[in-house]
């Protein structure tokens, strides 16, 4: 090492930033290996715009990672601030996730195994996104609800994004789930409209009940006694899937969009 060192005028220029780009370079290279340079350097920077620099470093390390769903969502176009929102969503983890993929991976095998599996696989579909909205926000649930309270964004529209892409979630899964079915007929999609109807009227009923718990529970109470009772009545494994009810659901949905439109303004008072 040479025995060369910055002189104080010229560790002011550098701290200024009033050094062009070689110098800087070169004042940067020996201030990697001499100490003393390094502490006389010290003593020209101002000590709040140090602490505001060293700030900066700590909240980059520190700064959570994007997840691949978060990441996704930007990537599409989705502003940073609402794919975080959304990504928080406990239903959206991997976990989740897994255990959906490993409930519709049982439901498939029961369908291989006989004839009333395919009715658990149709009774199932449609609940998992219903489980899905009953955690997706609220308080006790969702450890990222104080932080939604706080978000720039209404509290039902929080909720209405999550449940939308938690039912787009599961539908995927679902929609793979079905090509491992012991055969591929009207009934592989006969689970969609009542999907799309029980996760509208899990929404709407939560603009009226205290959670979305309370709602999805009392939903998929509907649902498993419906499948039920149609069963026990017409022996016929899928008779709550059939023209009528589909016509059912498909109204159910566009009433319950009606209720959201109209009712989501007391969502939003009882959190105030």
């Known amino acids: 090492m040479s025995d ?3 002189d104080a005028a010229l560790l002011q220029t550098y701290a200024h930033g009033r050094a062009d780009a070689a110098l800087s370079f070169s004042v940067e290279a020996h201030l990697i290996r001499c100490a003393r340079c390094r502490a006389g350097l010290s003593d020209s920077v101002e000590r709040a715009s140090l602490e505001r ?7 980059e390390i520190h700064a959570p990672r994007r997840g691949p769903i978060e990441a996704l969502m930007v990537r599409a176009g989705i502003p940073e601030y609402v794919a975080r ?10 976990s989740w996730i897994a255990a959906v993929a490993a409930a519709l991976g049982f439901a498939v095998g029961a369908a291989h195994a006989g004839p009333g599996g395919l009715l658990l696989f149709l009774m199932l579909a449609p609940l998992l996104p219903v489980a899905g909205v009953a955690v997706a926000y609220g308080p006790g649930m969702d450890p990222t609800y104080e932080i939604g309270l706080t978000a720039p964004m209404r509290s039902f529209r929080l909720l209405f994004l999550r449940a939308a892409a938690v039912l787009a979630t599961t539908t995927i899964l679902a929609a793979v789930a079905t090509l491992f079915l012991p055969r591929l ?31 999805a529970g009392a939903v998929a109470g509907v649902w498993i ?4 009772v ?13 023209g009528p009810f589909q016509a059912l659901f498909a109204l159910v949905a566009i009433v319950s969009s009606l209720v959201i439109a109209a009712r989501s303004e007391r969502f939003e008072m009882r959190r105030r």
Do not use: E, Q
């Open 4 to 6: 060369w060192h910055a």
């Open 53 to 59: 620099i060293w700030g900066g470093v700590v909240a």
């Open 85 to 94: 929102l959304i990504a928080a969503t406990p239903s959206l983890r991997i």
């Open 185 to 215: 007929s009207w009934t592989a999609a006969a689970w969609l409209l009542p999907s799309l109807g029980l996760t509208l009227s899990t929404l709407a009923l939560t603009t009226k009940v205290s959670t979305t718990l309370v709602a």
């Open 225 to 228: 006694a419906l499948t039920t």
């Open 230 to 242: 149609g069963y026990a009545a017409t022996r016929d494994d899928l008779a709550a899937f059939r």
